[in-house]
């Protein structure tokens, strides 16, 4: 009996469609239902590799890394000023699963701003703050607050080195008054000096020292 071939099964045209229309790889520029807009690339019909989003309500852009919809990996967000229109960056760094996660800086309204690690969108790990009214700490951080072990410079460059729990001041720790050239030693609890030693501390050349140096024990 003679071999009948039959021929190749032809895919219904809708399959083509329907695969024409899943965005992959290149880049595209769409445009949702209340006017955000995002132009990158994709997989999978999902926002995936470099893009950038724009939301209309209230203009604030982002540029970089995305992973399946979300942003993930080395990106900025940055906002119009209500005012002049320009562009101002509130964070550059590191993303995952749509939070700050890794190294980042954030810039605050106010003109203060961050630099150091964050965790699911708040700052955990080492870092940096520098806060409107010129102090400035540096340490560990955990749930967007100074948590472990770190440094508060103060304006008039005195400052405090130890332990911190909850954004207070905690456990063992030193405090410089430079200006009067004197050291406290000692625990605190919740921002409070519990007990401790006062020495004199460099009081020749503080500025405002004390009238009468402490007495030795």
Sequence with gaps: MPLVRFPAP?????????RKAQKSGLRH?????????????????LKHGKGTQLWKRTGAIYKGDWKFGKRDGYGS?????????????????????DKKCGYGTTFYPSGEYYEGE???????????MYYKDGSIYEGQWLQDRPCGQGMLRLPNENRYEGGWKEGKKHGPG?????DTGQLFEGVWAADIPKYGTMIDFG????????QYPIPKV
């Excluded at 032809?10 to 329907?18: K, N, Q, R």
């Excluded at 967000?77 to 993303?95: A, C, F, L, N």
């Excluded at 030193?174 to 430079?178: I, R, T």
Aim: no cysteine; net charge negative; charged share 25%.
């Design 77 to 97: 967000y940055s906002v119009p000023d209500p005012v002049t229109k320009e562009y101002k960056k509130v964070y550059t760094g590191w993303w995952k699963n």
């Design 118 to 128: 964050w965790s699911g969108g708040q700052r955990s790990g080492w870092g940096r």
């Design 10 to 18: 032809v895919e219904p045209l809708w399959h083509e469609w329907d």
């Design 29 to 45: 520029t769409v445009y949702a239902v209340n006017g955000d807009q995002y132009t990158g690339e994709w997989q999978d019909n």
């Design 203 to 210: 009081r020749d050349e503080a500025p405002t020292p004390t």
């Design 174 to 178: 030193k405090f410089f008054y430079l």
